[in-house]
């Protein structure tokens, strides 16, 4: 038993150790531009131990997603996690968690942006393991006059929140400069008086 344990545990840590290594090369060459070989170098293993734990690149990529979306649902039952959109602390909640998991995660976001427009099947795979956080938007815009199905305002609600995360945090110079506090002040107001709850 004690074997199997051990097994087990290196296993975990070769898995993790890929999974960093895969965040520092993306950073470095991009998603597309990143090898299988590139990232078990990094990592300091043997490219055959990488297809033990992944399929493929997509596939490490889908596991790094699901990691993504477990610390997201964490973050959820944060002291401070409010449920309506009415209210605009509650949309300024979500606004702020998103743009700091945004900044901290920022390599690996962009590995998702890159990946869902060249490959359709990792697109289709990423919208279904996001639908439920979508879900979980839309409950909190009950009671509000929506301009729409509360599903295609949840869309435009984290469509517009990662499109400008995206563009401020990327790096790119195609943005002003702004704090994180301006940002988030300035999304917050917009979001929250595009979906009818008033500039309050």
């Excluded at 290196?10 to 520092?24: F, H, S, Y």
Aim: glycine residues 8%; charged residues 25%.
């Amino acid at each position: 038993m004690a074997v199997v344990g051990m097994r087990k545990q290196q296993a975990a840590q070769t898995e993790a150790e890929l999974k960093a290594a895969a965040i520092r090369v993306f950073e470095r060459v991009g998603y597309l531009n990143a090898k299988i070989t590139d990232i078990t170098t990094e990592a300091g293993r043997a490219t055959g131990s990488f297809y033990k734990h992944f399929a493929s690149k997509e596939a490490l990529l889908e596991a790094l997603l699901a990691d993504l979306l477990a610390e997201g649902d964490e973050s959820a039952e944060l002291e401070g996690h409010l449920d309506d959109f009415r209210d605009r602390a509650a949309v300024r909640w979500h606004v702020s968690a998103y743009w700091h998991f945004h900044r901290r995660h920022r390599p690996l976001m962009v590995a998702l942006q890159q990946a869902a427009i060249v490959d359709d099947g990792f697109a289709r795979r990423s919208q279904e393991l996001l639908e439920p956080d979508l879900r979980h938007i839309a409950d909190h815009m009950r009671g509000l006059d929506l301009p729409g199905d509360p599903l295609v305002a949840a869309s435009l609600f984290t469509t517009t929140l990662s499109g400008f995360a995206a563009a401020y945090l990327g790096g790119h110079g195609r943005t002003p400069e702004v704090s994180d506090d301006e940002a988030i002040e300035t999304l917050t107001s917009f979001l929250h008086a595009g979906l009818g709850g008033g500039a309050r």
